[in-house]
């Protein structure tokens, strides 16, 4: 039996070991050196107690050190690295960090947040000066434009022809981009609101391994993050060949660093007429403004808005007979009057809680108002030999939803678990949804469909990230709930049709830490992609959420904190493909198909001032149920390939060097008829002089002869007798140049 004094004495123990051990849990804040503001996704590393931490929104993190004096390594791209000796168990602590020029040895080897970090140094060494710039940011990620520059390209990405968004789920600032049920095709993503000078990082993954991503992620989702402030007030004009021309202007309207609000705004100007024949009168208008601020140490709101206009001329896909007839050249075009207009405004709250030191909450509410008419005539005269077959589409919705996310952190002896749960509703209010048969724009020759419906998708989403030891665990699993109510104006009673369908999709991810330098991963999921409304509801809800399987391994490897090296092994197999047809507005499935593919990813910054990168991407992709030798899947390449060379040199001199490789890919089932590739370069060229910058690029830098977009079709041109089915294309940007001055002030 003890004592009353032994009991006493070791009561007394216990309770100073309990205050002792409450006393290791650090609490401390990251700084800009400069500026003062609080500092984000800084990776902090330690010699003992738990080996890897980060700063939440606020800059605040928590540390649990070993035995004193501890040392605590932070890190952060655009940052100095910085060292901080804990020498004893006092809280909070404050640190504060210098900016510096972004560096491939900044980088972490980290599965699950390396691409993060990968596009930022990629963006600050390769600047971007449009849209399709920012998308080609995306590692094997290739676009084609085919109807003028208004339009969304159609994106290509392991193995896929997403035309314009229907196996990838693009987002900017939590808005979606895709449109589903589009009057031009499913998922069709329009990026061009966005202003490429205001985007701070892209946010990008492959393949269907994400639970906050739902509908169209199958092959991959894209992030667009805008600047919260500006350093500076900028102003950039251009111009150049074909009567190019694009001005830019970004104001602080707010820059209030001591309580941390921040509002600015920025404007886009656009002008092109294009290489073709018929002057394309290209225009786009982009407005943007964003104020965000921190109420106090625990809540942050961002408010933003923006509108976005665009007008055009397009020359359309022309057939190879009628430039080898010499009926028209590269340059012509069939149908004059293709082109169109669209416009889109976005409303967007985010709002930020964090709850404690270990949990946070976030919502974001969004709103748009969306409009699209396109011209476009892809057969030419083979079902209406008088007028032509030009076709009107026209999109009219408002799209809305919200997003809601709570996060939880846990802290153990030798691991750390991170619980993410969301959930979330998205409406597409469409108000009218037409494809009619026009003559030369302006006379409505037959209304082929005029439908106007409400798509709605309702879903959660629970995910846990555990790290014990060298292993990262990932277990997630996402639910999906779509409705779809059709009313078909055409009919005398536009009676409404509904359809509705639920899809549970779990993922499994694993990564293995060897070191510092060397990581292996292995990610699986399943995912999938909506039907058209129009699909949906005539099929009585079949086929409406056909469903993805899918599996990466892969390796992050750092030889050298200047050399990065990604090989990643992958397959996807889906349920059922979708093909859109443009005149006649339907989605058609296409069966089960599968690919197979190779991923390499290389980035060397072999000095300061030298940066070189290189992708490249093999895909093997077939229709399951197709004979074989018919199974070929049209207009997906097999090999792709991008990189380049970037340089700084002293006296504010820098050059980027690029290339995009394609190779030449199957334009039908049998693979009789094939779609050209092509390599293209391009040059950019900067001097920095203080607060002025001069830009000179040249597109297409070598004039090489290519074809941007190609497809196969039967078309009939006016005198031909009978229809013929060939390539036709839209061909690619000739050598183009464009110079540009900017000011910062």
Do not use: C
Not at 138 to 167: C, M, S, Y
Request: net charge neutral; no cysteine.
């Amino acid at each position: 039996m003890m004592s009353k004094r032994q009991i006493t004495f070791f009561t007394l123990l216990l309770a100073t070991v309990h205050g002792y051990a409450q006393q290791r849990v650090i609490q401390g804040t990251v700084k800009d050196k400069d500026n003062k503001q609080k500092l984000e996704e800084v990776n902090i590393r330690y010699q003992r107690g738990i080996k890897h931490s980060h700063t939440a929104a606020n800059g605040t993190f928590s540390v649990q050190p070993g035995i004193f004096p501890d040392t605590l390594l932070l890190s952060r791209i655009g940052y100095l690295d910085q060292m901080y000796i804990l020498k004893d168990a006092r809280s909070p602590i404050e640190i504060e960090m210098r900016k510096n020029e972004v560096q491939l040895s900044q980088i972490q080897v980290d599965a699950f947040n390396s691409s993060k970090m990968l596009s930022k140094v990629d963006l600050n060494k390769i600047p971007v000066n449009s849209a399709q710039d920012l998308l080609r940011k995306v590692p094997g990620l290739f676009i084609a434009q085919h109807a003028g520059g208004g339009k969304a390209e159609q994106i290509f990405l392991r193995g896929f022809d997403n035309d314009h968004g229907t196996d990838i789920a693009v987002s900017a600032d939590g808005i979606p981009v895709n449109m589903v049920s589009h009057a031009h095709g499913q998922g069709y993503a329009d990026l061009h609101f966005i202003i490429p000078e205001t985007v701070k990082d892209i946010d990008f993954g492959k393949g269907a391994y994400y639970a906050d991503k739902g509908d169209l992620n199958t092959s991959g989702y894209v992030n667009f993050t805008t600047l919260d402030h500006l350093d500076n007030n900028f102003f950039k004009v251009e111009g150049g060949s074909f009567d190019s021309w694009r001005t830019v202007a970004m104001l602080n309207l707010l820059n209030n660093h001591e309580h941390n609000k921040y509002a600015y705004a920025a404007g886009e100007f656009n002008y092109s007429n294009g290489p073709f024949d018929i002057k394309q009168n290209f225009s786009r208008v982009n407005l943007f403004a964003k104020y965000n601020q921190w109420i106090d140490e625990k809540h942050y709101i961002n408010i933003q808005g923006s509108v976005f206009s665009s007008g055009w001329n397009a020359s359309g896909q022309i057939p190879e007979r009628a430039v080898r007839q010499g009926l028209i050249n590269r340059w012509g075009s069939i149908d004059s009057t293709e082109g169109g207009n669209t416009s889109r405004m976005n409303l967007a709250m985010q709002y930020r809680a964090l709850i404690s030191d270990n949990e946070s909450w976030e919502s974001n509410v969004y709103l748009s108002r969306y409009k699209f008419q396109l011209f476009s005539d892809f057969t030419f005269f083979l079902k209406d030999p008088v007028h032509g077959d030009e076709i009107e589409q026209v999109d009219n919705r408002y799209l809305y939803g919200i997003e809601n996310k709570y996060n939880h952190q846990f802290h153990f002896d030798h691991s750390q678990l991170s619980w993410t749960s969301g959930f979330g509703l998205r409406v597409d209010d469409i108000k009218d949804l037409q494809l009619n048969h026009v003559y030369q724009r302006d006379d409505l020759l037959d209304r082929l469909s005029h439908i106007s419906g409400v798509e709605m998708n309702l879903h959660a989403y629970s995910n846990l990230d555990w790290r014990i030891g060298k292993w990262t665990i990932n277990p997630a699993v996402r639910v999906d709930h779509l409705i779809f109510n059709l009313h078909d104006k055409l009919k005398s009673n536009p009676a409404g049709q509904e359809a509705s369908a639920t899809r549970i999709s779990p993922k499994l991810n694993f990564g293995y830490t060897f070191n510092n330098s060397a990581q292996l991963y292995l990610k699986t999921g399943m995912g999938f992609h909506s039907n058209d409304i129009r699909v949906v509801t005539e099929q009585k809800g079949k086929d409406i959420m056909p469903i993805s399987y899918g599996a990466d391994f892969g390796l992050i490897w750092k030889p050298t904190d200047n050399l990065f090296i990604q090989p990643a092994l992958w397959g996807l197999y889906l349920q059922q493909e979708f093909v859109y047809v443009g005149d006649e507005a339907v989605v058609e499935p296409s069966g089960k198909t599968k690919r197979l593919g190779v991923d390499l990813s290389l980035r060397y910054q072999a000095t300061p001032w030298l940066y070189l990168d290189g992708d490249i991407n093999y895909a093997y992709a077939r229709a399951i149920d197709e004979p074989k030798g018919e199974d070929y899947i049209p207009l997906v390449p097999s090999l792709t390939s991008t990189g380049g060379v970037s340089v700084k040199l002293p006296l504010g001199i820098s050059a980027n060097l690029r290339y995009r490789y394609m190779n030449t890919k199957p334009a039908i089932e049998d693979n009789s008829v094939r779609a050209k590739g092509y390599f293209v370069n391009d040059l950019l060229l900067n001097y920095g002089m203080g607060k002025w910058n001069f830009l000179l690029q040249i597109q297409n830098l070598f004039n090489t002869k290519w074809n941007e977009a190609q497809f196969e079709t039967e078309t009939r041109l006016r005198n031909e007798q009978q229809p013929v089915s060939e390539l036709h294309f839209t061909p690619g940007t000739p050598f183009m140049v464009k110079a540009g001055l900017s000011y910062k002030f």
